[in-house]
């Protein structure tokens, strides 16, 4: 059974970089069909889609996120990670990493970390 | 950007039914993934690709997808059911996954 646990700072500072990585367990990363993804839900608010990796390295982005999001894959730890650049306190939310299909349909989840954005 | 639009909020008595709904521009040509959220907690899929419940989701939930409106529908209510629900579909044309914002289901 895959599960997924992200790790990284609860607290960034406006304009500076938010790095979060996900890793997951029961299961290789590099031999799946699966894009893995990031989903952030600010409080009291909605799911965003951030953006996914395929194993391959492929990345598809969020267009109101694409200058400032990277994602990238290391299929040898079996993690993968999120980067978010130029922070503002609009970037304070819950963040998922999560296991999704093609078509974005999410199967497994990790609990969610709370990040926020403040001096 | 393609939009998903659901209402904020839907309220029904116990044991009643419950439908909320997920507009979008022709929704019907894409599969809609329906997610419940409970307070604190990470979405689960209630429904996928329109009308296929997962394993371990009561019979009591349905889908449907036609036209310009999905829909979601929840048959004798309780208490339990009461969260957020969010409707999902890939986007193609631009390559993304998209979320409705969101609907809150109170159980009366």
Known sequence: QVQLQESGPGLVKPSQTLSLTCSVSGGSIAFTTYYWSWIRQPAGKGLEWIGRVYASGSTDYNSSLKSRVTISVDTSKNQFSLRLSSVTAADTAVYYCARADYYGLVDVWAQGTTVAVAS | ?108
Not at chain 2, 14 to 19: L, N, V
Not at chain 2, 28 to 41: D, M, T
Not at chain 2, 75 to 84: C, F, I, L, M, Y
């Open chain 2, 1 to 108: 950007s393609y939009v998903l639009t659901q209402p904020p909020s839907v309220s029904v008595p116990p044991g009643k039914t419950a439908t909320i709904t997920c507009g979008g521009n022709k929704i019907g040509a894409k599969s809609v993934h329906w997610y419940q959220q409970q307070p604190g907690q990470a979405p689960v899929v209630v429904i996928q690709n329109d009308s296929d419940r997962p394993a371990g989701i009561p019979e009591r939930f349905s889908g449907s997808n036609s036209g310009n409106m999905a829909s979601l529908t929840i048959s004798s209510v309780e208490a339990g059911d009461e969260a957020d629900y969010y409707c999902q579909v890939w986007d193609g044309s631009s390559d993304h996954v998209v979320f409705g914002g969101g609907t809150k289901l109170t159980v009366l």
